[in-house]
Structures are given as C-alpha cells and as structure tokens.
C-alpha cells in the first residue's frame, strides 16, 4: 500500500500569510494526487486534482505543485475562510490513501 | 445539482450488521464509479472502498475486507454499504463520494454527501 506522510500537521498562520503544506508519498505515484479542504462538521471539499490541477470554482490563491514522491499545496495569501484542514489523497492505486490532515489554524 | 444523501446510521452493537445507502441525483450515477469514506470522531479521513460505474468491480481497504461489502442499483441510482461484524474501530462518520471522471478514479473526488455517524457500541 502507498503510505502519504503529510507535514506539518498544525501549522498557525496570520492572514495574508504564505502557506506551504508539504505530502511525500512511499512511492512514486506519478500526478495522481489530490488535495482536499475540511471545515469543521463538513464533508471534503476537492481544491486541486491530477497534483496541480485546480478545481472549478476554486480560488486561485490555492495552487499545488510535485509529481513522484513530493508534492505541495500553496495558499498564497491566507484569507479567513482558510482556516481549515487540508488533506491530500493518492489516487494512483487501490486501496487509496488520504495523509493524515494538516489543520491551518489563526495566529 | 448533484446531490448525495447517506442514510441508514445509527448506534449498533459490536459483531452486528448495519447498512448504509447513498441517493444520489443530479449526474449520471451509472457513469461514474462510487466511493465510501470513514471519519472517526476526531481524527483524519480513511478510504473505505469503491465500486465501478456499472458494479462489476470493487475494492477494498485492508481493516474493511471481508466484513463490507459495496454495491449499487442503478436503476435507483443508489449506493450501498453492507456492514457486518461491525467492530468499535468502525465507528465513524460515513461519507459517499462521487470520482470526478468517468474513466477512472485519477483525479479525486468531486462531490461528497453530508455523512451519517455509524457509532458501534454495546
């Protein structure tokens, strides 16, 4: 099975800030990656598919980057609604596998 | 708009069965492969399993197999989850998923229902 590692898991960040959440998985899985945002008591919501691929509708202060073992998710510039979890997913095989969060906390 | 709207949660006791359904409108059900995904209260997402967009193949997450089974009928473009032998580790909010594209499961999953909270505890 792909294992992801995603880091850091809590980040505090201001608003306006430049965030970085980082996901190795164990192996190389190509581009099949996906990022994903949890509001508290909400379902996932898709930002960023195929690694750097941005959804409809989604901001474009989200942008993901990497391909292999090592991609990025990037919020430009921080905004209130941001402040959430983020997980990514590998889609290369079954069973797929989600990182364990990185939640974006106020500082 | 798509819509996806589990049911059939509830409390249950270890080593009884439980299953969920998913309703789904708004898109094509039978051209779309179907997920489940499991949220334990506090903790991150898990996979749970898949089934292709005409039901002949699934897949499963390790903890799950042999103990779930998915399907669906598209004729009622409804999903299913069949749990058995349901354990304490299964509680978990429940969420169907929709793939994104319908020739596979490559770029995520676009749509997610609201979830239903499985709780098994005796």
């Known amino acids: 099975d792909f294992q992801l590692t995603q880091s850091p898991s809590f980040l505090s960040a201001s608003v306006g800030d430049r965030v970085t959440v980082t996901c190795r998985p164990s192996q190389d899985i190509s581009s099949y990656l996906a990022w994903y945002q949890q509001m508290p008591g909400k379902a996932p919501k898709l930002l960023i598919y195929a690694a750097s691929t941005l959804q409809s509708g989604v901001p474009s202060r989200f942008s993901g980057s990497g391909s292999g073992t090592e991609f990025t998710l990037t919020i430009s510039s921080l905004q209130p609604e941001d402040f959430a979890t983020y997980y990514c997913?590998?889609?290369?095989?079954?069973?797929?596998?989600f990182g364990q969060g990185t939640k974006v906390e106020i500082k | 708009q798509v819509q996806l709207v589990e049911s059939g949660g509830g409390v249950v006791q270890p080593g009884r069965s439980l299953r969920l359904s998913c309703a789904a409108s708004g898109f094509i059900f039978s051209s779309y492969g179907m997920h489940w995904v499991r949220q334990a209260p506090g903790k991150g997402l898990e996979w749970v399993a898949v089934?292709?967009?005409?039901?002949?193949?699934?897949y499963y997450e390790d903890s799950v197999k042999g103990r779930i089974t998915i399907s669906r009928d598209n004729s009622k473009n409804t999903l299913y989850l069949q749990m058995s032998s349901l354990r304490a580790e299964d509680t978990a909010v429940y969420y169907c998923a929709k793939q994104l594209s319908p020739s596979g499961s490559y770029y995520g999953f676009d749509f997610w229902g609201q979830g239903t909270l499985v709780t098994v505890s005796s």
């Open positions: 997913q590998q889609l290369h095989s079954y069973p797929s596998t």
């Open positions: 089934i292709s967009y005409d039901g002949s193949n699934q």
